[in-house]
């Protein structure tokens, strides 16, 4: 059964720092592309950031790339998502999701993945 787990999410005030992670398993953890997805109220799923092994590729929204850094511990099959310097408009569930076309990360359509985590709750407020 495949299953993405994320964690590390919560309140933290404008300019801190966050670090969330998404635990795979159930499926070959380096043939996939993994992406981090945010849904903030009202707004449409939006691509942050992904990574793929084999292609070996990252790709990152424009409006966080300064602030945001992905990385992935295969060991562990897991990747995680670095967010620095946040402000208010990050506030949004974060989901990670798996994309198994081999392409890497050549979208950030949300459709074109084929598993998804339940998501965690990032809030910046002070």
């Known amino acids: 059964e495949v299953q993405l787990v994320e964690s590390g999410g919560g309140l933290v005030q404008p300019g801190g720092s966050l670090r969330l992670s998404c635990a795979a398993s159930g499926f070959t953890f380096g043939d996939y592309a993994i992406g981090w997805f945010r849904q903030a109220p009202g707004k449409e799923r939006e691509g942050v950031a992904c990574?793929?092994?084999?292609?070996?590729?990252?790709n990152y929204l424009d409006s966080v790339k300064e602030r945001v850094t992905i990385s992935s511990d295969n060991a562990k099959n897991t990747v995680y998502l670095q967010m620095n310097s946040l402000k208010p408009e990050d506030t949004a569930v974060y989901y990670c999701?798996?994309?198994?076309?081999?392409?890497?990360?050549?979208?950030?359509?949300?459709?074109?993945?084929?598993?998804w985590g339940q998501g965690t709750q990032v809030t910046v407020s002070s």
């Open positions: 999701a798996a994309e198994s076309s081999g392409y890497g990360c050549y979208t950030a359509e949300a459709y074109e993945y084929d598993y």
């Open positions: 990574i793929s092994s084999n292609p070996n590729s990252t």
